[in-house]
């Protein structure tokens, strides 16, 4: 059974090693892998390579607001940890899903295992959309609008019917990001099968009059897939 990836966001040593040990000693069962940041700078460049099911943040850092990652990653769960109860009618608005106030105590860890256990699920490996980064910026590129992936050296190139985004994660990376409808065509692209119109020798015509590389195990795929 899969488990929870899980984010936490502290700018103190002492709270990102306390709820990680809490997370390991009473939600083994629950969490999987838990990657720790102290910035929300740090969590973003994190967000570019790591896909968490739930995020920890806590509010007063260093100059900033842990809030403010919540208005930047909307779209991922948000549990508020924090000494400060405060902001808790801010942090509602803002519709985070739970708010634990530090110092964290067994019994009020466990009762918030129980009230997430059926509310957070794993994210399978194909998702309805993908979080980018784009000028600074988190971006929800949706899966269906994405015309074929290319490489770009240690980068790759998203094009949609919009626009194309450079994102910092190989094809390797996103591979198993995508539903298994995307095919790896040529060791630079990465293709939807919606969008193959037809194949030829060592290239591929897309629907949108794109012509891609297609390399001899790119072309034994699609002739399993679709014969020819």
């Given amino acids: 059974m899969s488990k929870i990836k899980a984010l936490i966001l502290d700018d103190e040593p002492a709270g990102r090693t306390v709820l990680a040990y809490f997370i390991q000693e009473f939600g083994n069962d ?31 850092l260093q100059g900033e607001s ?10 991922i769960p948000t549990v508020v940890v924090s000494a400060h109860a405060q902001y808790a009618i801010e942090a509602f608005r803002l519709d985070v899903l739970d708010f634990l ?25 194909h998702e309805e959309s993908l979080i980018i980064r784009d000028g600074g ?25 919009e626009r194309s985004y450079l994102v910092s994660k ?6 198993p990001l995508l539903p298994n409808q995307f095919y ?12 193959i119109d037809s ?5 591929v015509n897309l629907k949108t009059g794109h012509q891609i590389g297609l390399s001899k195990s790119g072309r034994k795929l ?7």
């Fill in 199 to 203: 194949f030829k020798g060592n290239m």
């Fill in 101 to 125: 106030t530090k110092p964290l105590e067994v019994d009020q860890f466990k009762a918030f295992l129980k009230r997430i256990e059926t509310k957070i699920q794993p994210k399978r490996p």
């Fill in 184 to 195: 790896r065509l040529h060791r630079s692209y990465l293709v939807p099968g919606s969008q």
């Fill in 222 to 228: 699609l002739l399993e897939k679709f014969g020819q």
């Fill in 137 to 161: 910026n988190s971006v929800i590129i949706h899966i269906k609008d994405i015309l074929f992936i290319e490489a770009s050296g240690a980068y790759s190139q998203i094009h949609t019917s």
């Fill in 66 to 75: 842990g809030l403010d990652l919540r208005k930047l990653a909307p779209f």
């Fill in 30 to 60: 629950f969490f999987g892998p838990v990657v720790t940041c102290s910035s929300i700078k740090e969590a973003l460049e994190t967000l570019e390579t790591f896909d968490p099911d739930l995020m920890f943040i806590d509010i007063e």
């Fill in 170 to 175: 190989t094809l390797k990376i996103l591979t």
